[in-house]
């Protein structure tokens, strides 16, 4: 306890300026790379977000400390067009207009030589799509301390961390809070069938834990998430008030790692417990229990001028509502990708959700894209429907839809 009181203490009082700074102030960022003095294809697989090479997992693994301290500061923005096969003309969504969807500001860097951070803070115009109307909010958040043991025989990375959505910690970007995905401002795979690792405590919960990564091979972590509300309510966005959960919920996940030349590849496990209250508004109600089991996969070859990522996760959810009812979820993402020259590449992406209520939600997202400047990306998706029954329209195919994207970031 006297070895791990320092470090923890470290990392309480540094996210205590950060997070009041993020509410101050109403993928990979380029800061890191300024920080690092390396190119963005260093970190992120053909240099496209949000795929991580074998260094970009070390620099997260590591706190964020690689490099020089630097200006933190980086901003991000999406224009996007969203094309609805079968629109509703009253949803400015759906009519492929070209908006202004949504701007961050992260503050994210080197902080002391074993502390850093990864802060985001987002506007967006949802629900005042086609205005520059909208609200900001906290997003994304992972302050990190960490530490190295190295010798001739051995190599332990070690470390603390304090993080707003389960998920958002994982070094392999292969879990739901990052992957398989697709670029913000995107429609995706619809809802209703979603586990609550997927999306359901995002932003909404305050998570405490400690992880290890042994010789480049094993990966250990866990967890522990509160309900983000008192001192940690500053990590939270609030969007349709505060989800309350019960206690400390507990997040493990187990990786296998190897690398040999231009190739490495990734077996994971995770699982997530969580009681959540019945009645949001009565935090004396019983609770909903949610327990995810989730395995996932990644490949990756790396080598000028090609670039291939493969992922594939499954999570398993079962559900014991207070009422006496049972659920059960099923939510399967896989995607390919691939990069020439860290300037062209295509991806495809399968989705299927399902649950045990009969909502559906399963199809293709093809996507094209154009990467002329580091900090710039143009896009082209269709996501083809099979099922939707989440969807607007009772034919599935009446959903596809096409959308255009232009990134950039600074």
Known sequence: MRLLFPPLRGLLLAALPVALLVASNAHAVPSFARQTGQNCVACHAGGQFPELTPYGRMFKLTGYTIGQRTLPLSVMAVVNANKVKVDDPADKTTTGALTFATASVFLAGKISDNIGAFTQVTFDTTPNIGTFSGRSHPDNMDIRYADRLIDDNSDLIYGLMLNNNPGVQDVFHSVPAWGPATVPGSTGAGAGAAPILDGG??????????????????????????????????????????????????????????????????????????????????????????????????????????????????????????????????????????????????????????????????????????????????????????????????????????????????
């Open 201 to 410: 405590l995002g932003q909404q919960a305050a998570g405490i834990g400690a992880y290890a990564y042994w010789n480049r091979t094993l990966y250990a972590e866990i967890t522990g998430y509160k309900t983000g509300d008192g001192v940690f309510s500053i990590l939270t966005h609030g969007n349709g008030g505060q989800t309350y959960i019960k206690g400390t919920n507990p997040y493990v996940r187990l990786a296998l790692t190897k690398e040999w030349g231009p190739h490495n590849v990734m077996l994971g496990l995770t699982h997530f417990d969580v009681r959540q209250y019945s009645d949001q508004t009565d935090l004396t109600s019983p609770t909903d229990h949610y327990r995810d089991n989730g395995i996932d996969a990644q490949y990756q070859y790396l080598l000028d001028p090609y670039t291939v990522t493969a992922t594939v996760a499954r999570i398993h959810e079962n559900i014991d509502y207070a009422a006496g009812n049972s659920d059960t979820v099923n939510s399967l993402r896989a995607k390919a990708s691939f990069t020439y020259q860290a300037k062209y590449g295509a991806t495809l992406s399968y989705f299927s959700l399902t649950n045990t209520l009969g909502e559906e939600s399963k199809g293709w997202t093809p996507e094209v894209f154009w990467t002329p400047l580091q900090n710039v990306r143009l896009g082209l998706q269709y996501t083809l429907f099979n099922k939707d029954q989440a969807g607007a329209n009772p034919n599935a195919r009446d959903n596809n839809t096409l959308f255009f994207y232009v990134w950039g970031a600074y």
